[in-house]
């Protein structure tokens, strides 16, 4: 793939790719192209339907009755099973509940009791806010003594100890896209006996995720981004089978109890990774999650992967051909390094340029102080579609476009 890539060739690609069909399966609105769903996946066309079933044949008719006839019981082991081939685990090894950030501090708590007279929890600065804010607040509740420990990403592996209970990191940096070699950080940290929390928020359904080859411990992830499950659909989690004995969740709610329906006054975990469940389990949006990881699971994910890798090399390249002069930079690793499927550009005027871009139909996000962000899905992006959005970007950078005032004005969510 090259940046000089004519429009018959990028005609040609689109033509031959197995996986363009896919992308009839989503619900897309005409003259948009979506470089989004790394933040909010788009609506699968089985979604609609699937929820209109769910509410007026399981909930108006079935009513009740539903959690043992219609699945709703064992949705949160049912969809974590399927989760768990997108992300390299066993079906019992994954549990869908909460969000991402009340998973995190479920892991970390978890975590550190498996750790007994360890006190640090090591991740890197610029971590994805809420991981960062979630130890501090599994710290501050598990009183003195613990402490976050924050080091840049190369010095981390020299920075392990033997007071290293946890090791917590985002497997794709949220901005830059970076990955780490979960693999190898994993091993470093089992050398010196600590244990690994993963955060593949950014990896699921977008790269290559083997938890098991990794030997990883915990893991936790968004179900609304590249597993399009839609807003604040519910997470995952993901405890290794040789923890879950052991491991106890610090929300102990009667859904994580052995025996719910017995409603004994004492609290005692369910055998598994269901321990982890709390409460009463958000079915209208499990119903939704299972629809948008059903399509990931239905195609073929090496070539999915492959295509997106493709992608990200098109539209990075593109852009930087043509905005390069223009104060425009890649931030992150190169198309050619280990990377997840967004692509991150620096520019002073980041936030106007995608507003203007928005305006224009190619919808990407802005991440301060100064990133504008593009998440690549091949699902239903096409070699056509990533290059019209890459023209884009350089006819707003170049012409100066975003510079109209109705730009600048900032919103709550960018
Ligand atoms: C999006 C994202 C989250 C989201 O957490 P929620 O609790 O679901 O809002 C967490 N971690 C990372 C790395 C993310 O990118």
Redesign the pocket.
């Known amino acids: 793939m090259t940046t000089v890539a004519t429009p018959a060739e990028l005609e040609q690609l689109d033509a031959t790719d197995p996986l363009a069909p896919v992308r009839e399966r989503f619900t897309l609105p005409d003259g948009v192209i979506y470089l989004d769903g790394n933040?909010l996946g788009a609506l699968p066309r089985a979604t609609a339907e699937r929820l209109s079933q769910v509410v007026h044949a399981e909930w108006g008719r079935d009513l009740i009755t539903s959690w043992n006839a219609n699945g709703w019981f064992t949705a949160p082991q049912r969809v974590g099973g399927k989760i768990a081939a997108l992300v390299g685990a066993a079906p019992h090894e994954v549990l869908v509940a909460d969000?991402?950030?009340?998973?995190?501090f479920k892991a970390i708590v978890a975590a550190l009791a498996l750790r007994p007279g360890r006190r640090t929890v090591l991740s890197e600065p610029g971590?994805?806010p809420?991981?960062l804010y979630m130890i501090e607040s599994a710290l501050r509740t598990l009183g003195a003594g613990y402490r976050l420990h924050l080091v840049e990403r190369t010095a981390l592996a020299d920075a392990m100890d033997d007071d290293t209970a946890l090791v917590l990191l985002?497997h794709v940096h949220?901005k830059t896209a970076e990955q780490f070699d979960m693999a190898a950080i994993t091993q470093a940290a089992h050398r010196v006996g600590a244990l690994t929390c993963w955060?593949l928020?950014?990896s699921a359904g977008a790269v290559p995720v083997d938890l098991r080859a990794a030997t990883a411990d915990f893991a936790?992830?968004?179900?609304?981004?590249y597993l399009n499950g839609g807003p604040?659909a519910p997470?995952f989690l993901f405890v290794a089978e040789r923890h879950q004995d052991a491991a106890q969740s610090p929300l102990g709610g009667w859904m994580g109890h052995a025996q719910p329906f017995a409603f004994d006054d004492a609290y005692a975990p369910a055998p598994g990774i269901t321990r982890f469940a709390c409460g009463t389990p958000p079915i209208l949006s499990l119903a939704a999650l299972e629809c948008g990881v059903d399509e990931l699971l239905a195609v073929d994910r090496a070539a999915l992967f492959a295509k997106g890798r493709s992608l990200v090399a098109l539209f990075a390249e593109r852009v930087l051909a043509g905005t390069a002069a223009d104060g425009v930079s890649l931030v992150g690793p190169p198309p050619d390094h280990p990377r997840g499927s967004h692509v991150s550009f620096a520019h002073a005027h980041a936030y106007e340029i995608v507003q203007a871009l928005i305006a224009r139909g190619v919808i990407g996000d802005f991440r301060a102080p100064d990133v504008m962000r593009f998440g690549i899905t091949p699902l239903y992006l096409g070699w056509g579609d990533v290059a019209r959005a890459a023209d884009a970007v350089v006819e707003v950078v170049l012409s100066g476009a975003w510079r109209d005032p109705r730009f600048a004005a900032r919103q709550a969510v960018t």
């Open positions: 933040s969000s991402t950030s009340v998973n995190l971590n994805f809420t991981d985002t949220y955060d928020s950014h936790v992830g968004c179900g609304y981004k604040g997470a």
